[in-house]
């Protein structure tokens, strides 16, 4: 056998020599340098909020994305095409679209109800709305639906989607920096550090990220509802149904995606006399 061959295995239970820290270094260091220049190169402004926010994705390609997701989830559903609850909606639906106008990208808006008992509503990139059935009796009036299409509408306009996007590419660069950097480390204790850093980076990082962007959409479809003539002191009503509906199933919010039903009903109550005296300038009664 020759000598040079042998002289590369490793012999069993050697371990692996150890990085030095300045090794270590190297990836965190590129992986800071790249996160930052991918940050300041993807930088949006939120509209009505004036929040920096990080968008990578092209708005073709993303209103695409939401014109073939909306497609698939009606193909996949039981779509009301007529009655009261349709009309309701889509008048709700127009009149909140001409309130947000002046921020409007240029979607081609859509209003759809599904037959679900789902309570729950969905506005994609490009427009496409549509409200489950299993809403309208928690909304109990075109103000309290208004409340909420006017939050759906707003998370499409400001991009909350492809934000998260890029968040999600960012955090993904950054665990492949750790891995590397954690290399030479034994599978088991390589795999106990990146497992406490992917938690960290969950409940640190993404979970009050989500959180963020619905009271970011809460403000500004209660703006938008108030724009367009509804009551906006409906908000915090139709919050407080809807804690009674969920009465011991809402997970703490620590671990949500969502702000508590009771930072919702206080955050709405901060923002109410911002949202009325808007009302008043926009309607006459």
Known sequence: MPFGGLGRRRIPGQRRPRMSLKMRLIPIVLFACYGLYYYVSNQEIVPITGRAQLVEIDRQQEVALGVQSYQQILSESQVVSQGEAVDLVRRIGQQLAKAAVDVDPGFQWEFNVINSEQANAFALPGGKTAVYTGLLPVAENADGLA????????????????????HQKLMQIGSMAASVALGDMDYDTQRMVLGALGVGA????????????????????????????????????????MGMMSQGKQPTEFMSTHPSHGTRIRQFEEWMPEALEVRAQHCQS
């Open 147 to 166: 409340v909420v299409m006017g939050h759906e509408i707003a998370h499409a306009i400001a991009r909350h989607g492809a934000e998260r996007m890029a």
């Open 202 to 241: 969950q409940y640190g990082i993404m979970l009050p990220f989500s959180r963020d962007h619905e009271s970011e959409a809460d403000y500004m479809g209660l703006l938008f509802m108030a724009r367009a003539c509804f009551d906006p002191t409906e908000a915090p009503e139709l919050w407080e149904r």
